[in-house]
């Protein structure tokens, strides 16, 4: 099943659900069945609201946090490298500032010790 088209409130093709969703309407998608041959329409919802205090981030953005790439991932460690990331050959990791690969493809290779899941520093 494929998914062709997603709609916000307010577009055109979500008048319908938007008055009968109100509010708590997302998005609409619109999907395809190749095998059963059908169009369906699905809709996101708010379902429950409350308060919620986000955890503190686990680094500040000047931190530096160890990564692990692999030897053969030239790629990635040119990405370390034009970060401003450096080598330490003793723990086989790069080290770069956190606030250079937040959001990035970086970000997943932080490595963090399996003992007590903390990053290894």
Same mark, same amino acid.
């Given at each position: 099943?494929?998914?062709?088209? &997603?709609?916000? *409130? ?6 319908? =659900? ?5 509010? @708590?309407?997302?998005? +609409? ?23 919620? &205090?986000?955890? *503190? ?6 931190? =530096? ?5 692999? @030897?053969?991932?030239? +790629? ?46």
């Amino acid at each position: 099943m494929k998914t062709r088209l &997603i709609l916000k *409130p307010g577009q055109k093709g979500t008048k319908r =659900l938007t008055e009968k969703y109100g509010t @708590a309407l997302i998005c +609409v998608r619109f999907r395809y069945d190749a095998e059963r041959q059908k169009r369906l329409n699905t809709v996101e919802l708010i379902e429950e609201e409350c308060d919620w &205090i986000p955890p *503190p981030a686990r680094f500040a953005a000047n931190d =530096l946090v160890p990564l692990r790439i692999a @030897a053969s991932n030239m +790629v990635l460690r040119e990405k370390v490298k034009a970060v401003g990331g450096k080598w330490v050959p003793d723990e086989k990791l790069w080290y770069v500032r956190y606030g250079a690969i937040i959001g990035g493809v970086l970000e997943k290779h932080i490595h963090v010790d399996n003992k007590d899941n903390k990053v290894n520093e």
